[in-house]
Each structure stands twice: as C-alpha cells, then as structure tokens.
C-alpha cells in the first residue's frame, strides 16, 4: 500500500509533463480537455455576440439618411429578422425544427427588447 503509492509518485513525477497534467486535475479539477472546451465555448460565444450586433447595427450604418425614428423601427424588423434567422440555424446544433428554434430565438429575443424599451420609458430615455 505505501510501497504502491510511492512507486505510482514515483511514475507520475518523472514525466514532468504527466505531472503538471496532473497536479492540475488535483488542485484545480479541471483538464487540458476541458480547458480546451471552455476556450471554444467563448470564442463561440465572442463570434455570435459580433454577428448578432450586426443585426441592429447596419441599419444604422447603411441608412443614416432615414428619420432616426423610422430607423429604429426599421432596425427593430431587421433585428427580429436576425432573431429568427440565428434561432433558424440553431437547428444545424439543435437538431430541433428549424421553424420552432427560430421562433423561439424571436420571442426571447422580444421579450428582452420590450423589457429594455419598457425600462428606457421608465427612466425617461427616449428613442
């Protein structure tokens, strides 16, 4: 038992490589592996956040010329279009009906607009 431990001590500190790998498991609990997953799962995130402000945003860019009112409303459409369309392709994950991923993007994605609308009313921040 004592003498097992040591030679497994002995086996796992020879290789430094081993060792860290280890000792990272140990005082951490985590792994190269899921390091690994969690920088993919930002970058992903990172990449999604970018393209879903485009969304609201090249409204802005490409018709600046619009009345700033008609402009927040067209960005609204194209915004909730870009809701739809992202939750749509969700489905590629998913595997779940493209109609209702994409349906369920656009109400969550509302009700987070008409909650943000409805504190900016509150606060006296007009559009």
Do not use: C, H
């Not at 005082?27 to 990449?47: A, H, M």
């Amino acid at each position: 038992s004592g003498d097992v431990l040591e030679q497994i001590v002995a086996t796992i500190t020879r290789d430094a490589e081993l060792w860290a790998r280890e000792m990272a498991i140990a005082e951490l609990g985590t792994t190269e592996l899921e390091q690994e997953s969690e920088l993919k799962g930002v970058l992903i995130i990172f990449v999604a956040f970018i393209a879903g402000s485009m969304f609201p945003t090249l409204p802005y860019m490409a018709l600046q010329f619009l009345d700033p009112n008609v402009l927040f409303w067209v960005a609204t459409v194209v915004t909730f279009f870009g809701l739809f369309l992202v939750g749509a392709l969700k489905k590629v994950v998913t595997g779940q009906n493209w109609i209702k991923s994409g349906l369920e993007m656009l109400i969550a994605g509302t009700l987070a607009f008409l909650a943000s609308y409805g504190i900016g009313l509150l606060v006296g921040v007009s559009v």
